[in-house]
């Protein structure tokens, strides 16, 4: 919200800035990727008071309930919003903070967490809760309630939304970091880039603006694709494109910023850096390229190069940013679930 | 279903040379046609990006129209082919989110078919019409009960301050 | 900053107005849309008053964008551009929408026509707030012109460009030029030797100091665009040194090795394998036919080279590529005849006396195999009746769906050869006749009264089985006669098949080349079918001729005038505009991960190997914005529609779809706040 710097502290006598970590619908490892700064932690821990990480230090929210708007200088918010009590805590954190930045692609644009969105609380549930798979065994049908009687008083949990939502689409953001989880030399980049007061324009992201394939070593000579394969079919040469091999690599429509680790290694990149700067929607625009090169005239034959290549075309081009597109979600059935 | 007749809202993509001019000639030989169908105009089909179609979607259209010259009859040579290929794709993952196929059509119309753009139209109207709204905009909202639970962890909250305070 | 938008909404008479409530509207643009600063309705926006009523505007409030509208972008943008340009606003922040062919003239409801044009000028106001300042750009015409295809339309073009001082350069796949034509004996319906009108052009053609003539050579290659193409020319060997050649025809003479001439002879005839098509070929240089030629077929002979005066034989010449520059293109590559087997039941290949139309032109021409004389395939026996059969493989929807329409007025002019020559009865067997030009009809007319018979009807087998006494040895034509509504047999001596005109076997291929599409036949698509019959879709390219779709000698004759005038008149101006709605790539984002090199049939991106990004020859983008589309990382622009622009359109076509999801979207919401 505010346009100026985080107060920097570097060991000058200046203050120290207050820095939140914070983790909605995710899976930790934004935490892990932070932590694999190295020893630069220390220049971040002499820059920041760290106010609040619930994943590796204590901390209340009470306390940040207490502080004055505006209070922390950074906050780094990964995570979707998938339930009140984290829309709770983004708000809150955004009221808090100067600088909220949406921190790793769940944040971003909802990742894996986000294509949840195909389906609703309800189905959710049904498939954690009472379907028979090897994890499940519940044989009372127990369920999530969003209040319980107990003879204290009331218990809430919090209530899970049909539809996660990335942070953007919650709250107000300052800054976006990408990458599933973000690599940690960027990370260090980022922090250096707030610490230098040099700050980008609102709503940018920081990172690169080009895409895997300029870090990718493999040559590159012409796109036109007969057939998809999927990864087990074939033991790609290391010299070529993936993508001019049959295989969906989405590095040419995704942001750089891994230095192309999945190509290099015979794999082919799944879009975890999201889409370049200036694209509304990856998946339509990674789908849009891949459907330009198909070698065919013939509308059967698309058709059947696409359903036979690409079975699931929402886990191809949105498995990542699924909840961040511009269709957010599937269609739901009925217009929302009445009860948990 | 409400009393009156619904009037989907479709976004109509047309190509400048063929399908547009088609419109044009629908016009100049006043071959009536429903009005449902909004249309912007690019250079070709081939133009058409995928996600202007899920944007018009996002933005509330109950159905999007594209239309372009014949196949081999592109004015830019074999750029339709391109429009046909990303046409499939996306029709596929519109499905996959739960879009009916009858909501993405795409429809060849030479600068001689105002009469066959505007049948296309008119058969595109009636189907959605059939389908319903689709309702796309506002999909992602929650109902009341969000409010409600936020509105108790705040009070939550505020109580648990009281007492420790 | 802020854009101050004009709106101006057109009555157009009654035209808009009498079905969309444009004085509404326009007011509810002014009160409703965000940045509209001035918002009117007139009569007539396309009028001068019109026109003056959106430069005063621009002037005096200041507008930084103009929204009309109005009718047909394709009939007034330019106007109105225009209008814009004169007030000093940069043309293309005017954005003119279709509320006329696109809604008042084509829907019924008064509300309903109105809500979508408020739609369609919403959709403008959001568009033009996005719309960015372009400059056109010009570019010097080179004057010379290439012209591919050397029969009379081609002919006519480059004689037109040359007189008129300008260079041509005419390209002809076979030996000589002259075309289809050089084959007829006589042209309808003035009965003109067609070799008596035609030769002179030809020889004139090859003669002309502004002519580069280069026949049995075909075009390999086109870069480049409007005003500087840059054409690769694969000149055929003839294994004649084409300088050396005094066309003495030494050679052809003394060649041992006779073949049939499937081309100029349509079959009927023999040449040498070395030859001259026909005896006023132009230019008079013989080829080396190497499929026939004894000394390629097994090192012998060489009979030629040895009696040469000149030594102008060289068996060991190869194809040469010849590189040439020029401003602009016309392409008249005319016609090939329909394969008449491919309808069985007519017989030809199977039942000897029956003959495609190429074959009888050669049998009456004075100059053909028989010297103009009329007799069956023994080459004595003269006909004692024939049949001809219209619409073959024309007008028919297993073949070709459209009418070749010369066929008819050819027909005529076969009757009254025969009927001038010999004593046959001459059936024609028609579906309808066509003679829609100047003294056509007038020459059926004439047929009539020459005594050829006319049976309507389509004639569904052409029989040598005799099913009685009189049908004997003859061909029997099955045809229902419609106007008795009787099926009919007529034993007849000669057949003659009116085969369709069907485009060249690599039109489409050479249109490719060229950058230029064709229909679904394979006729190439001229920019306007009324109003713009020769130019293309790309500029700088023209078409004259049957290459366009099937048409007589005349037509061919004024389009190739007209395609040489279009030519001339870019030549005299010097400069050719080029639309600035070109696509541009952001090199530094670019990852040149090639798939946009792909997709541009008009090779426009190449691919730097330097920096291993992508760039787009301006120059050769024709604005299609495919490559926008296909870019996966957005680093692609297209001027003029580029995303912002169209993403900006399609929110304010929705303008009303978006209102009952406003009230309830998180943003419009009391949420509470956290506690404190």
């Not at chain 1, 000579?221 to 990864?231: A, C, G, Q």
């Not at chain 3, 530094?588 to 946009?596: F, L, N």
Request: hydrophobic share 35%.
């Amino acid at each position: 919200m505010s346009e100026s710097a985080p107060t920097s502290g570097n060991g000058n006598g200046k203050a120290k800035g207050k820095l939140a970590i914070y983790w909605a619908a995710s899976c930790g490892g934004c935490e892990i990727s932070i932590l694999g700064i190295d020893t630069k932690i220390l220049d971040v821990a002499a820059a920041f008071d760290l106010v609040m990480c619930p994943c590796i230090a204590d901390g209340k929210v009470r306390d940040i309930e207490k502080m004055a708007d505006g209070e922390i200088d950074v906050c780094l918010f990964n995570g979707g919003i998938r339930t009140s009590e984290q829309e709770y805590m983004a708000r809150l954190l955004r009221q808090k903070s100067k600088c909220l930045i949406a921190f790793g692609s769940c944040a971003t644009e909802g990742c894996i967490p986000g294509l949840g969105n195909l389906h609703n609380r309800q189905e959710i549930f049904d498939n954690s809760y009472t379907s028979e798979t090897h994890s499940t065994e519940n044989p009372d049908n127990v369920r999530p309630q969003a209040v319980t009687e107990v003879p204290e008083g009331k218990l809430h949990l919090p209530i899970f939304y049909d539809t996660l939502k990335t942070l953007d689409q919650t709250v107000d953001v300052d800054y976006y970091l990408p990458g599933c989880p973000p690599e940690s030399p960027r990370i260090w980049e980022a922090i250096e880039v707030l610490l230098s007061g040099n700050l980008p324009a609102k709503g940018a992201t920081i990172g690169e603006n080009t895409t895997v394939c300029d870090y990718c070593p493999r040559t590159r000579k012409n796109k036109k694709i007969k057939e998809f394969k999927r990864t087990w079919e074939v033991i790609p040469d290391d010299e070529t494109c993936l993508l001019e091999q049959g295989l969906i690599c989405a590095g040419l429509a995704t942001r750089a910023g891994c230095g192309a680790l999945c190509p290099q290694v015979n794999s082919p990149c799944i879009g975890c850096y999201g889409p370049n700067e200036g694209v509304e929607d990856y998946g339509a625009r990674f789908l849009s390229a891949l459907a330009s090169v198909i070698d065919s005239e013939d509308p059967d034959e698309i058709d059947e190069i696409i359903s036979k290549g690409i079975p699931d075309p929402i886990g191809t081009f949105y498995r990542f940013s699924l909840a961040g597109s511009l269709m957010r979600r599937g269609k739901r059935p009925a217009p929302a679930a009445t009860s948990q | 279903m409400s009393e009156q007749v619904f009037e989907p809202k479709i976004v109509g993509f047309l190509c400048n040379w063929c399908s547009y001019r088609a419109a044009d000639l629908a016009g100049s030989a006043r071959i009536t046609h429903a009005p449902n169908v909004r249309i912007v105009r690019v250079m070709c089909s081939g133009r058409v990006d995928p996600s202007f179609v899920m944007k018009a979607f996002s933005l509330g259209a109950d159905a999007v129209l594209i239309a372009g010259c014949h196949p081999g009859e592109c004015h830019y040579i074999e750029q339709n082919y391109k429009a046909m290929r990303r046409f499939h794709m996306l029709r596929q993952t519109l499905k996959a989110m739960g879009v009916e196929e009858q909501r993405i059509q795409l429809v060849w119309a030479s600068a001689a078919e105002g009469q066959q753009l505007a049948e296309a139209i008119d058969k595109m109207v009636d189907e959605v019409r059939q389908l319903g709204p689709l309702g796309w905009s506002g999909n992602w909202e929650e109902n009341g009960e969000r409010i409600q639970a936020l509105e108790d962890i705040v009070k939550e909250h505020e109580q648990a301050m009281e007492v420790t305070a | 900053m802020a854009e101050k938008i004009g709106v101006y909404v057109c009555h157009c008479g009654s035209n808009i107005a009498g079905k969309v409530d444009v004085e509404e509207i326009a007011q509810w643009a002014g009160e409703n849309l965000d940045d509209v600063a001035v918002s009117r309705d007139y009569k007539f926006m396309c009028s001068s008053l019109g026109q003056q009523m959106i430069e005063d505007d621009i002037k005096k409030e200041k507008l930084t964008r103009v929204v009309v509208g109005a009718c047909s972008p394709h009939l007034h943008e330019k106007t109105f551009r225009r209008a814009c340009s004169n007030a000093g606003m940069n043309p293309y922040l005017m954005d003119l929408t279709n509320i006329r062919e696109h809604c008042s003239w084509v829907h019924k409801d008064r509300s309903l026509a109105t809500e979508k044009a408020r739609a369609l000028i919403s959709a403008a106001v959001q568009r033009v707030k996005h719309q960015e300042p372009l400059e056109p750009m010009y570019v010097d015409v080179n004057p010379a012109t290439l012209v591919i295809g050397g029969g009379i339309a081609g002919l006519q073009a480059t004689l037109e460009l040359a007189d008129a001082g300008y260079h041509v350069y005419l390209v002809e796949r076979l030996p000589s030029i002259g075309g289809h034509m050089a084959q007829f004996d006589k042209t309808f319906p003035t009965l003109d030797c067609s070799a008596c009108i035609l030769t002179p052009k030809m020889s004139e053609a090859g003669q002309h100091e502004n002519v580069t003539l280069l026949t049995y050579a075909e075009l390999e290659e086109v870069s480049g665009s409007v005003g500087s193409f840059k054409v690769k020319i694969r000149q055929k060997s003839r294994c004649v040194d084409y300088d050396a050649c005094t066309g003495c025809g030494i050679c052809v003479e003394k060649c041992p090795r006779k073949v049939l001439d499937t081309e100029f002879e349509a079959g009927m005839g023999n040449r040498k394998a070395i030859y001259m098509p026909f005896p006023q070929a132009v230019p008079r240089v013989p080829v080396i036919d190497q499929d026939s030629c004894i000394w390629f077929e097994r090192q012998k002979c060489r009979a030629c080279e040895k009696l040469c005066p000149t030594d102008a034989i060289k068996f060991d010449q190869e194809d040469e590529l010849i590189d040439i520059e020029v401003g602009n293109i016309i392409i008249a590559t005319g016609w090939k005849p329909f394969d008449s087997k491919k309808i069985p039941q007519y017989g030809y290949g199977r039942l000897a006396n029956v003959y495609t139309s190429m074959e009888f032109e050669r049998l009456c021409n004075a100059a053909g195999p028989t010297n103009g004389k009329i007799v069956m395939r023994d080459g004595k026996t003269v006909p004692k009746s024939i049949a001809i059969v219209h619409c073959v493989g024309s007008r028919d929807d297993r073949h070709n769906p459209y009418c070749s329409g010369i066929c008819c007025m050819a027909a005529l002019k076969f009757g009254h050869l025969v009927l001038e020559k010999t004593d046959a009865e001459v059936y024609s067997f028609y579906i309808d006749m066509r003679t829609n030009q100047k003294n056509y009809e007038e020459f059926y007319q004439r047929l009539l009264g020459e005594g050829m018979r006319f049976v309507r009807g389509k004639v569904s087998e052409v029989t040598d089985a005799a099913r009685m006494p009189t049908e004997q040895g003859k061909l029997i034509v099955q045809c229902e006669d419609t106007l008795i509504g009787r099926q009919q047999r007529y034993p007849v001596d000669m057949v003659i098949l009116m085969g369709a005109l069907e485009p060249q076997e690599d039109a489409r291929e050479l249109g490719l080349k060229c950058g230029i599409s064709c229909s679904m036949e394979g006729w190439y698509t001229e920019r306007h079918p009324k109003l713009d019959p020769v130019a293309t879709m790309t500029d700088g390219v023209f078409v004259a001729g049957t290459c366009q779709g099937p048409k007589d000698i005349p037509a061919s004759v004024a389009q190739g005038a007209a395609a040489a005038a279009r030519v001339a008149g870019m030549i005299t101006k010097g400069k050719v505009m080029i639309e600035p709605i070109v696509a541009s790539i952001n090199e530094q984002a670019c990852s040149g991960c090639k798939i946009c090199n792909n997709m541009c049939p008009y090779n426009a991106i190449e691919f730097i190997e330097e920096t291993e990004t992508s760039r787009v020859i301006t120059a050769l983008c024709k604005g299609c914005g495919t490559c926008v589309a296909a870019c996966p990382a957005g680093v692609i622009t297209g001027a003029h529609f580029n995303n912002k622009q169209i993403f900006a359109e399609i929110e304010g076509a929705l303008w009303d779809a978006l209102q009952p999801a406003a009230e309830s979207s998180s943003q419009a919401e009391t949420v509470p706040a956290s506690a404190s």
